[in-house]
């Protein structure tokens, strides 16, 4: 791309910056810059190392509240799984950043656009961005949408653990007589590929929250959450 389009890539990744620069810089590889003979501003290697610490938190967090039965050389492995560049370049392609990037010439001849490592390489750096731009929790929202269709391996994981639905439920009903509630708090995504997010109350009151590529995935995600906050410590 020879020019950024800064609506057009905030309209694709699904945030709107409020210092749009950052986005630009996110978005623009080494060799963009050593090629502009006055100068093309930051490359995206700083905002690169920062996406990836980012990333590793969130999705740590994920890993542990959805199983936390597990030994951390599991833990390990599916982090490792999550955040692997097959996967990131995955969730670069289905952002479309590929053809948001900001290349030299011999990148753009040598297909740098389709590279699973300048497009992981992207994601982390767009990460960064909205965590400098708007905080934890935007970068929270972004990854967890954008990793969708890998963090189904981990509603998978959490549903051969158990039904954890089924715990909550006989668990409030013994002790409150009640039933607990599950709320879908947003949907996002294509319809072939939508990401659900769902949070389960007891008596009113918030005890967890899950996402997954379904319904019956996200809330699995959230009662696991509401049993380990809640139920175990009972």
Not at 146 to 164: I, K, R, S
Request: overall charge negative; aromatic content about 6%; charged content about 25%.
């Amino acid at each position: 791309m020879g020019r950024l389009f800064p609506d057009d890539a905030q309209q694709a990744i699904g945030y709107r910056f409020s210092r749009p620069a950052l986005l630009a810089e996110a978005l623009t590889h080494k060799s963009y810059v050593n090629e502009q003979k006055d100068g093309g501003g930051e490359d995206n290697e700083r905002l690169e190392f920062l996406g990836d610490a980012v990333l590793s938190l969130i999705i740590s967090e994920h890993v542990v509240a959805a199983l936390p039965d597990a030994s951390e050389g599991e833990l390990s492995k599916l982090k490792a799984r999550l955040v692997s560049e097959v996967s990131l370049a995955k969730a670069a392609r289905s952002l479309g950043l590929g053809p948001l990037l900001r290349l030299g010439r011999g990148e753009e001849l040598n297909h740098g656009r389709d590279k699973n490592s300048l497009l992981a390489n992207a994601f982390e750096a767009v990460l960064a961005a909205i965590y400098l731009d708007g905080g934890l929790d935007a970068a929270r929202t972004f990854a967890v949408r954008a990793c969708a269709g890998e963090l189904t391996q981990l509603g998978n994981a959490v549903e051969a653990q158990g039904d954890y639905k089924t715990r909550l439920q006989e668990w409030c009903q013994k002790r409150y007589e009640t039933l607990p509630q599950y709320v879908t708090v947003r949907e996002s995504g294509p319809d072939h590929q939508k990401l659900f997010e769902v949070q389960v109350t007891i008596l009113g009151d918030i005890a967890g929250a899950g996402a997954g590529r379904t319904k019956k995935e996200a809330e699995q995600v959230a009662a696991k959450q509401a049993v380990e906050q809640i139920v175990k410590r009972t």
